[in-house]
């Protein structure tokens, strides 16, 4: 009988031991998956200008870096669970090999951010791309950034480019769609089905400088053909002895 007895004051207080176990890494558990889901939230639902952003995405990432010390607290909770052969946990859904998944796709998604966002300061000062339309293609990708994953599948890349106003017409039933893909040989190279951001940004800033570039060609080419832009117009005798009469007749027309 008093064997007995011992092992039911054994048994109960391993289980008050255990529950306590389960409280404290639940407690740290969820208090680590909700810094996790604001700091993303922070990073993505910002309105600052591009310095600003590099700014705050330099801070973030210090501090995802620091609280890689609170994850590992948590798996050390964790191992300790596992040795007491607790494998339950009605405090908290949130494992400790999910947690630092989370953390790590957190952390590489702000090392990301930063590239971008550098690269966006420097288009600024090289290209002829405003700091406003930046905003406009941020602000669509992340519209249809539904997830918050800092990727888009093709199809929400399509319908992005489409809302920006890309010609995109629809294929033909059972015949390659040729125009998109050639944009996704250019932002999606390896074809693992997502576009990231920093990938679209760098292809929207190719195509505005392109778009740029071609604008100042044509107003040197109409300067040219106007006597140094004195006059604003052009005839077409100036344009037929300027270039074949094929081109200058589709000029005309």
């Not at 990301?112 to 405003?130: F, N, P």
């Not at 930046?134 to 539904?146: I, S, V």
């Not at 800092?150 to 390659?176: I, N, Q, T, W, Y």
């Amino acid at each position: 009988k008093q064997w007995y007895q011992r092992r039911v004051r054994e048994e109960t207080l391993r289980q008050a031991q255990n529950e306590e176990l389960r409280r404290a890494y639940a407690t740290q558990a969820n208090k680590f998956h909700e810094w996790l889901q604001l700091t993303k939230s922070q990073l993505t639902n910002t309105k600052l200008g591009l310095e600003e952003q590099r700014d705050l995405i330099s801070r973030k990432h210090d501090e995802i870096k620091k609280r890689r010390a609170v994850l590992k607290e948590i798996e050390e909770l964790s191992s300790h669970l596992e040795q007491a052969m607790v494998f339950d946990n009605k405090y908290t859904t949130h494992s400790a090999l999910t947690l630092a998944q989370q953390w790590d796709q957190l952390n590489e998604f702000t090392r990301r951010m930063h590239h971008t966002v550098q690269d966006q300061i420097e288009a600024l000062s090289r290209t002829g791309v405003d700091e406003d339309e930046l905003k406009e293609f941020t602000l669509m990708f992340k519209h249809f950034d539904k997830d918050r994953s800092g990727r888009l599948d093709h199809p929400e890349f399509k319908a992005c480019l489409r809302s920006l106003g890309f010609d995109l017409p629809v294929p033909v039933e059972g015949e390659p769609d040729v125009a998109f893909e050639a944009i996704l040989d250019y932002v999606d190279r390896d074809r693992d089905g997502f576009v990231r951001l920093e990938e679209y940004m760098q292809f929207m800033i190719s195509r505005t400088t392109e778009n740029v570039a071609g604008t100042d060609e044509l107003t040197e080419a109409f300067r040219a053909l106007t006597e140094g832009g004195d006059k604003p117009y052009i005839t077409a005798t100036e344009l037929y002895s300027a270039m074949p009469s094929d081109q200058a007749k589709y000029c005309i027309d």
